[in-house]
């Protein structure tokens, strides 16, 4: 069984990783001239680019939806969740081996390594959503109330993306090529998912295959949320929720046993 005593040393740990999370973000500013006022700045520049290019000069729309920023809602609902989904399990593939001198020197659960990137990665996406969100209730077509049922998605895609994360990390100190691998993968998971075009848009064979897509079920959810107003069909959510918790389990299962391998592999 998992042991419950290895999130216990997180909590004693905890000032350790949200001092680590607190440096990450600082350093990132650390010697320009705007400092913290960039991370306003990048994910607004990359709202106005989606809401402005893809509304007004392309023209773009979504069928059955009248609304002139419906196509760019749409985007980014996609694009900004999944930039989430690629941080978390990007930088969880490599963790452990950018962290390789602290694991060696200093004696901490291993744990809050995962737990590090998780928190880095979603005070990124709190930045970037959030001006976000405040387009929308600009442009008034915030979805109300229907909007809180995005946690839930975003919870699950979190657990889905660490769980995965996970796996890929401690694989990846043993078989530097699963690292290599994932990148490439990532890049045509990205256009397998219905996020710069609708799904409606693939031919009937091609849309079918989307089952086997975990994050497709997740993206669409989001763009229902906010481009339609509507709640999900969360029955088809329940294929990534299951694979979230294999995931989760073999992530933590793995970690438990190779912990100590990984000190030498490093």
């Known amino acids: ?52 290019i893809f509304s007004e000069v ?59 990137v998780v928190l880095n990665a979603g005070i990124n996406f709190a930045i970037i959503f959030g001006l976000f969100t405040i387009f929308m209730v600009l442009s008034g077509t915030f979805p109300g109330w229907i909007y809180f049922a995005l946690y839930p998605v975003l919870l699950l895609q979190i657990l889905f993306s660490i769980g995965l994360g996970m796996v890929l990390g401690v694989l990846n100190v043993f078989f530097r090529d699963v690292g290599q691998f994932f990148t490439i993968l990532l890049q045509f998971w990205f256009w397998f998912t219905p996020i710069v075009y609708p799904a409606s848009a693939l ?15 997740v ?12 709640m999900p069909d969360w029955a088809s959510l329940l294929p990534i929720a299951v694979l979230t918790v294999l995931c989760c389990v073999m992530g933590l299962l793995l970690f438990r046993k190779r912990a100590g391998e990984m000190v030498d592999e490093l």
């Open 1 to 52: 069984m998992i042991s419950l005593s290895m999130f216990s040393g997180v909590w004693r740990y905890r000032g350790f990783v949200l001092g680590s999370v607190k440096r990450e973000f600082q350093s990132k500013y650390r010697n320009s001239l705007f400092g913290a006022v960039w991370t306003v700045l990048n994910p607004l520049a990359m709202v106005i680019v989606y809401t402005v």
């Open 58 to 116: 392309m023209g773009s729309r979504l069928q059955g939806v009248d609304s002139t920023f419906a196509y760019s809602i749409y985007l980014c609902a996609g694009a900004l969740t999944w930039g989430l989904f690629a941080e978390i399990t990007t930088r969880g593939q490599t963790v452990f081996l950018e962290n390789a001198n602290l694991i060696k020197k200093l004696q901490f659960p291993r744990i809050c390594l995962p737990i590090i």
């Open 203 to 217: 031919p009937p064979a091609v849309r079918e295959l989307l089952v086997f897509n975990p994050m497709a079920g």
């Open 219 to 230: 993206i669409g959810a989001y763009q229902t949320i906010l481009v339609k107003g509507q």
